[in-house]
């Protein structure tokens, strides 16, 4: 699902890991898409499904718990380079 925090910004969420290598992901793919795709194969999913060093330092030092009360709001575009 898109995240409005940033133009390019994508959720996705499992209650599950994802514990697949790059190639079993791309013959899943193959599997289910007729065609090439110009973008997606299993080490670009791979490699965007994976969170640099900052980000889970961040998320294992995080406390607050998101609610309907006490939800964080993220306004703009997000950090432009």
Do not use: C
């Not at 599997?31 to 965007?48: C, H, L, P, V, W």
């Not at 889970?56 to 309907?68: G, K």
Request: avoid cysteine; glycine fraction near 6%.
């Amino acid at each position: 699902m898109p995240s409005y925090a940033d133009i390019w910004g994508w959720v996705m969420a499992s209650d599950f890991s994802l514990e697949l290598n790059a190639e079993e992901i791309y013959l899943r793919m193959r599997q289910r898409i007729k065609g090439e795709n110009r973008y997606m194969d299993g080490k670009t999913f791979s490699s965007a499904s994976t969170l640099s060093k900052v980000v889970r330092n961040s998320l294992d030092n995080e406390t607050h718990v998101h609610t309907e009360e006490a939800a964080k709001f993220i306004h703009g575009h997000g950090k432009h380079a």
